[in-house]
Structure formats: C-alpha cells, structure tokens
C-alpha cells in the first residue's frame, strides 16, 4: 500500500542475485588463491623437498629415528631405497628410507684405505 510497485520490484531483481555476477566473484577468489599460494602450497613444497634431499643423503653412520619411534644407526645403505639399521646390538632391521622420521646425527665420512 505505501510501496510503488516499481520500487517493489527494483527490490526484487536485487535479491534474486545477492552473491553478484560472476565476475565479480573471480574478482574475490583469485587474490583469495594468491595468498593461499604463497602461505600454504609454496612453503609445504619447499619442506618436502628439504627432507627429500636429506633422505636422499642418509648415509653409514647416521642415526636415524623411524616413523615408529626406534632410534637406531645406519649400518649399510642398501639401494635408493632401503637402508639397514642397527637398533640393538646385533639386531638390524631393514627400513624403506621414507619410514625415517628423522636424522639426529651425521655420521663420519668413510674413510678411504691409504695403504
């Protein structure tokens, strides 16, 4: 009764699309996926290739712990793969190289007999 019908329906063709036009929405997701880029996926990346070169450099000597939690020392690296650990005295365990959790501490160089 108080409302003009063409004000009525200005007011309707607004809430028929209250998210806007589509471009409006690309507007707001790609700074939305910049952000998301350079806070999440480029600093994940570059973790996973940090530990992929530190598995890669396992060597004799080097004490490792595994994803399990067994401390133990690199005793002979087997191939790419797989190293065999000491856990005990005696006991060697083979292990896949990404089972290890960590490395705690480098091992010597082997050394080179000079006689």
């Known amino acids: 009764m108080f409302i003009t019908p063409a004000f009525a329906q200005a007011a309707t063709d607004t809430a028929a ?3 806007g036009s589509g471009f409006e929405m690309i507007i707001l ?3 939305l996926m910049v952000v998301w880029y ?3 996926i480029r600093p ?3 973790q996973a290739k940090k530990r992929d070169e530190a598995l890669k450099a396992i060597r004799r000597g080097d004490q490792v712990v595994t994803s399990g939690g ?3 020392k690199v005793t002979k690296v087997i191939d790419e793969k797989e190293v065999e650990v000491e856990i005990a005295d005696g ?3 083979r292990i896949v190289r ?3 959790a960590e490395i705690r501490v480098k091992g010597e160089p082997v050394k080179a007999d000079a006689a």
């Open 38 to 40: 350079f806070l999440l």
């Open 98 to 100: 990404t089972g290890v």
């Open 17 to 19: 699309s209250p998210f």
């Open 70 to 72: 067994l401390v133990g």
């Open 29 to 31: 997701f790609v700074p």
């Open 91 to 93: 006991v060697r365990v």
């Open 44 to 46: 994940q990346r570059a």
